[in-house]
């Protein structure tokens, strides 16, 4: 347990100060790094929580294809190094996010988050991909029917449900190769627009 509590504490830090760095640091470029080391740090939260299907997702999709996209926007703008000149809207916007802040932090604290009854946690616990955990309708029989999963048609088919191992699994060469259609199609297109 406490090797989970150093990790965790050790994400948010990592996490948090990389957040402070995009929102403060001028240069947009070292910016977007930052960005990138958020999005690795919140996979990492994932992983915490048992959720590596997301993690991977996180990785893939957000460190990966949406960092890159924001990279190649980068490099096609003038003045990186300056960033954006101090406006009229910067008063207003450091007002309506400090709001935005203190809301949500009213909301965080004001929320009771013990939301699920015994009969919830076990349908949730049912319905878990099996890319974590795999259900047998010999053995989780019994769960499955006091999560609600009466029928065998419904116990077989969330015993089947796991969707993380067939996109990492069975249709791994798809899932890549779209991804690979996309940033190609992503590329040619900043190709097309970059002025001569």
């Known amino acids: 347990m406490l090797f989970q509590d150093v990790v965790f504490w050790f994400l948010a830090v990592l996490v948090v100060g990389g957040a402070l760095g995009v929102v403060l640091i001028p240069d947009l470029f070292r910016a977007a790094l930052l960005l990138v080391l958020v999005f690795v740090g919140v996979a990492g939260f994932f992983v915490l929580m048992s959720a590596e299907f997301l993690a991977v997702v996180q990785v893939l999709i957000y460190a990966g294809a949406v960092s890159i996209l924001i990279i190649f926007g980068i ?28 809301s949500m932090v009213v909301v965080a604290v004001g929320t009771n ?24 309708l010999e053995t989780d029989r019994a769960a499955l029917e006091r999560a609600g999963f009466s029928s065998p048609e419904e116990q077989r088919a969330v015993q089947e449900a796991g969707l993380a191992d067939l996109l990492i699994g069975k249709f791994v060469l798809p899932f890549e190769g779209v991804s690979l259609l996309l940033l190609a199609a992503v590329i040619g297109a900043l190709v097309l627009v970059r002025p001569r």
Do not use: C, K, Y
Not at 75 to 101: C, E, H, K, Y
Not at 116 to 136: I, K, M, N, P, Y
């Open 113 to 136: 988050w013990e939301l699920f009854s015994e009969a919830d946690e076990s349908r949730a616990g049912a319905v878990h991909t099996s890319g974590v955990r795999t259900l047998s």
């Open 75 to 102: 490099m096609l703008t003038r003045d990186v190094q300056r960033g954006n000149l101090p406006n009229r809207w910067q008063i207003p916007a450091v007002l309506f996010s400090s709001l935005l802040l203190a």
